[in-house]
C-alpha cells in the first residue's frame, strides 16, 4: 500500500514537472514578441496599434475558440498525447515567426501558434486534476501556473539577449527548435491518470456547458479573471517599451529589469496563491475567491505607482514587485474553482469555456486596447502616451477584484467533490 503510495507520488512529481516545463514555453513563446517590440515594429514599419493587434486578437481568437474542442478530445481520447501535439505545434509556428517578412505573415504565424497553444492548458489543468487529491490540489495547480512567470521572464531575457547578439527573427528560431524538442519527451514521459468508471468517458460539449453556465459564479469567475489577464497580458506585452520610451533603458537592461520581475514577484505570487488557497480553502471555499479580490485591490495603486518612477529606477523595481506578484496570485485558486464546478469528467472542457472567455477579453482586447491608447494620447503626450495608455488599464484591477468578491459566497454552495456525477 506504501509502496503503491509512493510510486504514485513520484509520478505525479514527474508528471507535474513535466507540465510545468510545457507550460513555461508556452508563455515563453507569447512573452518574447513583448520585448523585440521595438525591433519588430521598424523592421516591418509597424504603428502602435498594429503591433498590439499582432499581440492580441490573432492569438486569442484561435487560442480561445479552439480550446474547447481540443478539451473535449482531450476528455474523450487521451489527454497526455493531446498536450504533446499541441507542443510541436505551438513551437513550430513560433520558428516561422522569424521568417515573417510582412505584418499579414506574421499575423499568420502567430494566428499558429494560437491554435498549437489552445491544445495545451486545459488538459494539463486536468491531468493535474487527476493526479493529485483536493488538499493538494490548489498547490499542485500554483506550481503549474509558476509556468507563467518563469515563461514571462525567460522569453523576455532570452529573447533580449539573443536579439541583441544576432537578432529577432533568431530570438524566434531558437524558441522554436527547443520546443519541438520538448514535445516528444511529453509524449514519452506523459501518462494519463486512471480514471474512475463514472469519469472515463468525456461528457459531450453541449451538456458541459449548459451545466456550468446555469450557476452565476463561473461567469463572475470567468469576468473577474478577464479583467485581471486584460490589464496583465496588455502590461506585460507593453511595459518593455515603456521602459524604452519612458525610463530610458536599452534591450539588456530592460530585459533583466523585467525578467527579474516576473521571475521573483510572479512565482513568489502564483505560489503564495497556491499554498494559501489550500491552507483557508479547506476550512472555508471563499477564500479560493476572497484572495484574488484582495489582491487585485493592491495591485492596481502599485502598478500605477512603480511605472511612473521613472527617474529612480530601483525604487521603481521594488515597487513594480509588489503587482507583479499579486496579480497572478489568482492562478491556483481560480483555476482550482473552476475545475470543482462540475464532476471530473467535465473538468477539462469546463476549463476550457473558462480560458475561452478569459483569454478572448484578456489576450484578445488587452495588448491591442494599450497600442490603440498609446496612438491616440500621442498627440497630447508625445513620447509618454504609452505610459499613461498602460497606466489607465489598471483600472482593470479593480473591476475584476469587484466581480471576484461576489463569487465568494457562492462558492461554497456551488462546489463539486471529487468523483460526483451530475
Known amino acids: 500500500m506504501n509502496a503503491n503510495a509512493d510510486l504514485r507520488r513520484t509520478n505525479a512529481s514527474v508528471l507535474l514537472t513535466l507540465l510545468l516545463i510545457a507550460y513555461i514555453f508556452n508563455y515563453l513563446d507569447r512573452q518574447i514578441l513583448g520585448i523585440l517590440a521595438g525591433a519588430i515594429k521598424a523592421d516591418l514599419h509597424l504603428s502602435d496599434t498594429r503591433f498590439g493587434l499582432l499581440s492580441g486578437p490573432p492569438f486569442a481568437i484561435f487560442y480561445s475558440l479552439l480550446g474547447i474542442p481540443?478539451?473535449?478530445?482531450?476528455?474523450?481520447?487521451?489527454?497526455?498525447?493531446?498536450?504533446?501535439?499541441?507542443?510541436?505545434?505551438?513551437?513550430?509556428?513560433?520558428?516561422?515567426?522569424?521568417?515573417?517578412?510582412?505584418?499579414?505573415?506574421?499575423?499568420?504565424?502567430?494566428?499558429?501558434?494560437?491554435?498549437?497553444?489552445?491544445?495545451?492548458?486545459?488538459?494539463?489543468?486536468?491531468?493535474?486534476?487527476?493526479?493529485f487529491p483536493r488538499e493538494r490540489r490548489a498547490r499542485a495547480l500554483a506550481i503549474f501556473s509558476l509556468g507563467v512567470p518563469i515563461g514571462l521572464a525567460l522569453g523576455t531575457l532570452m529573447g533580449a539577449y539573443i536579439a541583441a547578439a544576432i537578432s529577432w527573427r533568431a530570438a524566434f528560431y531558437a524558441m522554436g527548435i527547443a520546443g519541438f524538442i520538448l514535445?516528444?519527451?511529453?509524449?514519452?514521459?506523459?501518462?494519463?491518470?486512471?480514471?474512475p468508471a463514472a469519469s472515463i468517458s468525456a461528457a459531450p460539449i453541449g451538456q458541459v456547458f449548459p451545466i456550468i453556465a446555469r450557476k452565476p459564479v463561473f461567469w463572475l469567475l470567468a469576468f473577474a479573471a478577464s479583467f485581471s489577464s486584460l490589464s496583465g497580458y496588455g502590461l506585460a506585452v507593453w511595459t518593455p517599451s515603456v521602459l524604452e520610451r519612458s525610463f530610458g533603458m536599452g534591450l539588456i537592461d530592460r530585459g533583466q529589469f523585467m525578467a527579474s520581475l516576473l521571475l521573483v514577484g510572479g512565482s513568489a505570487g502564483v505560489f503564495a496563491g497556491g499554498w494559501l488557497a489550500d491552507r483557508l480553502g479547506s476550512h472555508d471555499r471563499g477564500w479560493y475567491a476572497r484572495l484574488p479580490a484582495i489582491a487585485w485591490l493592491i495591485t492596481a495603486p502599485t502598478f500605477a505607482a512603480g511605472l511612473l518612477l521613472s527617474s529612480n529606477h530601483t525604487l521603481a523595481w521594488l515597487v513594480l514587485l509588489i503587482p507583479n506578484a499579486l496579480n497572478i496570485l489568482w492562478l491556483g485558486p481560480v483555476v482550482t474553482a473552476v475545475q470543482h464546478l462540475v464532476p471530473q469528467r467535465m473538468r477539462a472542457t469546463a476549463s476550457a469555456s473558462f480560458l475561452l472567455i478569459n483569454n478572448l477579453i484578456g489576450l484578445g482586447v488587452g495588448p491591442y486596447l494599450i497600442g490603440w491608447l498609446s496612438d491616440a494620447l500621442k498627440h497630447s503626450y508625445g513620447t509618454e502616451a504609452l505610459r499613461y495608455a498602460a497606466i489607465a488599464v489598471t483600472a482593470f484591477y479593480l473591476l475584476a477584484a469587484l466581480l471576484m468578491s461576489f463569487c465568494i459566497s457562492r462558492l461554497r454552495t456551488s462546489w463539486v467533490e471529487d468523483f460526483v456525477d451530475g
Open 183 to 195: 514535445a516528444p519527451v511529453m509524449l514519452l514521459f506523459v501518462r494519463d491518470a486512471a480514471r
Open 70 to 131: 481540443f478539451a473535449y478530445l482531450a476528455d474523450r481520447t487521451s489527454r497526455s498525447r493531446v498536450i504533446a501535439a499541441a507542443v510541436a505545434l505551438w513551437s513550430a509556428f513560433t520558428g516561422l515567426c522569424g521568417f515573417a517578412a510582412s505584418f499579414g505573415q506574421l499575423f499568420v504565424f502567430r494566428m499558429g501558434v494560437g491554435v498549437g497553444e489552445a491544445g495545451g492548458v486545459a488538459p494539463s489543468y486536468a491531468l493535474i486534476a487527476d493526479y
